[in-house]
């Protein structure tokens, strides 16, 4: 009997169908992956094998079998001892799934109890038993420790830890990765292929990253509008796939491997104001970084801004650390800079310094050779999370006409107009203008923070993580804009992001921070194929590789480093 069995699973939200005649089967110890992009049906069908649609309105049918239990007749007490019990899930964001106050080995030790029905202190040892196999440091210490005192790679193996607390025979984890840096990604890869090698579980592995398919699992199955597009081994789907889709998809994956090609050109066709193909995008994407406004070559363009000796301190006396620690860089007008690191690195601090929303603790910020304090109009931001930067009660014309009033526009007939002009301009309507931010898709909300940066008409933007959370071809298509505007109006961009990949396509010149420093700098080609810091050649390392054998080959040669 197989560990998951599913026969013609729909699932229905009054008349959209987001999962239609979805069959496939996970035996004991395998490990497979869906994937596809956002709105494919993905993590509807991983909640739908915990039976977490019951009693939410939606309307299931077709056949779920889990761990031989039958999903969809079983009664409430058995799905409650399904779930966490014989089948575990690890969402996508850990903070949301973790009780902000409570420490992470009480969270843990309760789930086990609900399941195992032992003592407090059996089940506080089984905390700090599981945190430890996960990897936690001094895990007797830190299972006291609540969420926020852990980091983002930390909290996640807390989630995994709580999933194993029971020992279950699957294990389903919905986008475990997204927002991590490329190291902490590979450390979670790792672990849960390790996991599975000693426990003998399943994995059914939610992700849009194709690479994060490649480094875990047996099997892909491709998802689209709901429906299977592709379905057989990892190699032959990723080596050689036989569908148009899964080949568009495949082409949307930016390559860390891949040189730029000559900065100012795009794809002939493509219009980065509207949806396009994951293919295309990326087209053009190989050429955000021009600017065919900038001087002639060879004549160095203008510096619209410059960093001096930047640091700045968080915390007093002996608790004082630097995140960013005598940083020193400048910027061209029409160019891209890439500042890539881990979680940690500085490079958002660095980023909210150059915009004006932090104080140096010492150095200085200059704009077009002026030294600047505060927020400067000329230098905006786009940042990672639209949802948070999206005041929800404010339709998004209001949000994105506030530069404009904030610099004396009164004329409301003038302010609609100017930002229905930004709305189409990055690729959403006028009559958008009343509609909220919950009524967009992420990859609409990103264009909507990208409109309201361009209100102001600066001069720089700084991106922080802007695609970070978007599927590959909704990423491709945000980035092909930001260098299309880039082009057309000169723009020089700041482009903070952990993807190493994305960064090496976009950038000009790459900048790599540790610890609030910058570790090695210059153009994009030279750090990427002749890295000189031992910390860059480790961050290359760490990024998927789309053919599974070499993932294979890159997670032992971790192993080997790990155990040396």
Request: net charge negative.
């Given at each position: ?478 980035v092909a804009l930001l260098g299309e505007l880039q082009r057309e109006l000169g ?74």
């Amino acid at each position: 009997m197989s560990l998951v069995e599913v026969s013609g699973l729909t699932v229905e939200f009054g008349e959209l169908r987001a999962v239609d005649e979805l069959s496939f089967r996970l035996e004991q110890g395998a490990a497979l992956a869906l994937v596809g992009e956002s709105g494919s049906g993905k993590s509807t069908v991983a909640s739908a094998l915990l039976g977490l649609h019951r009693g939410t309105g939606a309307k299931v049918g077709g056949s779920i079998e889990v761990a031989g239990v039958d999903v969809s007749s079983a009664s409430d007490e058995e799905l409650r001892r399904l779930r966490g019990g014989k089948a575990a899930m690890v969402f996508q964001d850990p903070l949301s799934s973790l009780d902000p106050y409570y420490a992470i080995g009480d969270q843990i030790a309760e789930v086990y109890r609900v399941h195992a029905r032992v003592s407090r202190r059996t089940a506080r040892a089984r905390a700090v038993d599981v945190l430890d196999r996960v990897g936690i440091p001094d895990a007797p210490r830190r299972s006291r420790s609540r969420p926020h005192e852990f980091s983002g790679g930390m909290r996640q193996r807390a989630l995994i830890a709580m999933a194993l607390a029971c020992e279950p025979d699957l294990l389903i984890a919905d986008e475990p990765t997204t927002a991590l840096d490329v190291t902490v990604q590979a450390q979670i890869l790792d672990l849960l292929h390790t996991l599975r090698e000693e426990t003998g579980m399943g994995l059914l592995l939610v992700t849009h990253d194709v690479g994060v398919a490649a480094e875990s699992v047996d099997e892909v199955l491709v998802m689209r509008h709901g429906r299977v597009v592709e379905h057989g081994p990892v190699g032959d789907v990723l080596g050689a796939p036989s569908e148009a889709y899964t080949r568009e998809l495949l082409g949307a994956v930016p390559r860390v491997d891949a040189r730029r090609s000559t900065p100012g050109v795009s794809a002939p066709g493509v219009d980065a104001r509207r949806p396009v193909s994951g293919v295309d995008a990326r087209r053009a994407v190989s050429g955000a970084g021009g600017s065919s406004v900038g001087p002639s070559e060879g004549e160095p363009a203008e510096v619209v801004l410059e960093a001096r000796g930047l640091r700045r301190e968080f915390g007093r006396g002996k608790r004082a650390f630097a995140a960013v620690d005598d940083v020193s860089l400048t910027i061209r007008r029409g160019e891209t800079l890439g500042i890539v690191g881990e979680s940690g690195s500085g490079k958002t601090t660095l980023g909210r310094m150059l915009v004006g929303l932090l104080e140096s603790t010492a150095g200085e910020v200059r704009h077009e050779g002026h030294a600047r304090v505060g927020v400067n109009p000329a230098v905006q931001m786009v940042f990672q999370d639209p949802v948070s930067s999206l005041n929800p009660r404010r339709s998004v014309g209001e949000s994105i006409a506030d530069p404009l009033r904030a610099r004396g526009e009164k004329d409301e007939g003038r302010i609609r107009g100017r930002v229905t002009e930004l709305l189409e301009r990055v690729g959403l309507e006028g009559a958008h203008y009343d509609r909220y931010p919950h009524e967009f898709s992420g990859g609409q909300r990103q264009r909507v923070g990208i409109a309201r940066a361009l209100a102001a008409d600066p001069r720089v933007i700084v991106c922080d993580e802007p695609v970070s959370a978007l599927d590959v071809t909704t990423q491709a298509q945000v980035v092909a804009l930001l260098g299309e505007l880039q082009r057309e109006l000169g723009l020089a961009l700041v482009f903070v992001a952990h993807d190493l990949a994305v960064v090496r396509q976009v950038s000009d010149r790459v900048a790599v921070m540790r610890r609030g420093r910058i570790v090695e700098s210059g153009s994009a080609d030279e750090v990427y194929d002749t890295p000189r810091d031992p910390y860059t050649r480790q961050l290359l390392a760490a990024v998927p590789a789309l053919d599974p054998e070499v993932a294979a080959r890159r997670r032992a040669a971790r192993r080997e480093l790990a155990a040396a």
